[in-house]
């Protein structure tokens, strides 16, 4: 009951936190530049969201390759939807500590609201995951800014309180450095990752993906139900469309996907956690490219798998999503298949599958860390 208390005050202090939280200050574009002007980005305070990221093309002009909303206030409203668009997401969702098979076993048990798939699932932290939540600003140069939160104990039904820092710098060359760190003092799970949505032709050349190409070392998916739920299997890629062991261009492979529903039942294309293969964070393991605008990225992380989304149905006839005007907008849209989203992380619902033997749960003694290196670079 102490325990239960404690989540309705928590939540209740969150609700009246966030019905205040609409300040201008908290969308207003905060700016970083890498030494030698190779790269520029902005960010908000909302979600320590990537707003605008810039890089040059292979004629040496800038392109903004980041989805996003041109009207800030959008990443706080639902009223175009909810997908996403560049913030720093977590945590999970039903679970138990110690961690057991799908919440089953004896641990204390802990359940996270459903936001996702019609309230069966949780996706992003729950209701207000972190991409919802104010981050404070605690440092801020020319070339990097750095955002801290506390998210309190019992909020979203999370037990601890947890303290959470991003730190986005650009260096020379085009290259992007974030780091993600966490620290709590009880033990709760923690998987957090940087959500962007990439187009890197900026729409100027086509409308889908077929002209971006990717490959990456991985011989394995986690396998999941139709509701994209991990089960505590894999499915092996050889032989599929997942298979991007050798560059291939990404949208051929979405349309080899027709009748295979790897990002859920009926779906068409791809929403799924690719394993790397040995990946040791000391070269890059993930690569993909623009064969027309020539624009190129290479990421170097230890993170041991990736999440690659399609933008399968993102698109919405009767309430579509305005592209940024630097890419073609507002009378134009962002549709299905025209962006991928690329998270680097840890293995989707390890804390439900104990069987991966992989520890998400985090606490005293143990902090969390994720680091990843954006190389950008251009191919003629």
């Known amino acids: 009951m102490a ?17 205040s939280s609409n300040s201008s200050s908290n969308f207003a574009t905060l700016a970083i530049e890498a030494p030698d002007g190779s790269a520029k980005a902005h960010f908000i305070r909302r979600g320590a969201t990537t707003t605008n990221f810039w890089v040059k093309d292979k004629h040496g002009k ?21 997908p996403y668009f560049g913030p720093v997401v977590g945590r999970n969702g039903t679970f138990t500590v110690p961690i057991s098979k799908d919440a089953s076993g004896n641990g204390t048990k802990y359940h996270v609201p459903e936001n996702d798939n019609n309230g069966t699932d949780t996706l992003h932290g729950g209701l207000v995951g972190f991409d919802r939540r104010n981050w404070t600003v605690a440092a801020h140069t020319k070339n990097s800014i750095t955002f801290t939160y506390l998210d309190p104990n019992g909020t979203e039904g999370f037990p601890g309180n947890v303290h959470a820092t991003v730190k986005y710098t650009l260096e020379d060359k085009s290259t992007w ?21 990439w187009n890197f032709e900026a729409y100027q050349e086509t409308q889908d993906l077929s002209g971006h190409y990717a490959e990456f070392a991985s011989s394995k998916i986690i396998a999941t139900n139709g509701l994209l739920i991990p089960n505590g299997s894999f499915v092996e890629v050889e032989g599929t ?7 291939k261009s990404i949208g051929k492979a979405i349309n080899e996907t027709t009748t ?48 690659m989304y399609t933008c399968d149905g993102i698109y919405n006839a009767t309430n579509p999503i305005p592209r940024k005007k630097d890419q073609g907008g507002p ?34 003694g143990r902090d969390y860390n994720w680091e990843s290196k954006y190389v950008f670079s251009v191919v003629k």
């Open 3 to 19: 325990r239960l208390s404690q989540l309705f005050f928590c939540l209740a202090l969150a609700a009246k936190a966030f019905a």
């Open 62 to 82: 800038f392109r903004d390759i980041i989805l996003g909303f041109d009207n800030h206030t959008e990443y706080a409203s639902d009223d175009l939807g909810h």
């Open 177 to 197: 450095d974030i780091s993600i760190k966490a620290t709590a003092d009880e033990k709760t799970p923690i998987l957090l990752s940087c959500h962007q949505y």
């Open 241 to 247: 469309p997942l298979d991007f062991r050798k560059a």
């Open 260 to 307: 295979d529903g790897y990002c859920g039942t009926g779906c068409i294309g791809f929403d799924n956690c690719f394993v790397y293969d040995d990946n040791k964070d000391d070269k890059p393991i993930f690569s993909m490219w623009s064969v027309n605008s020539g624009i190129k990225l290479e990421v170097t992380t230890n993170q041991q798998a990736l999440q």
């Open 331 to 364: 009378d134009y849209h962002y549709t299905d298949h025209s962006c991928v989203v690329l998270e680097q992380e840890s293995y989707i619902d390890a804390i439900n599958n104990p069987e991966y033997g992989i520890n998400q749960i985090y606490g005293p």
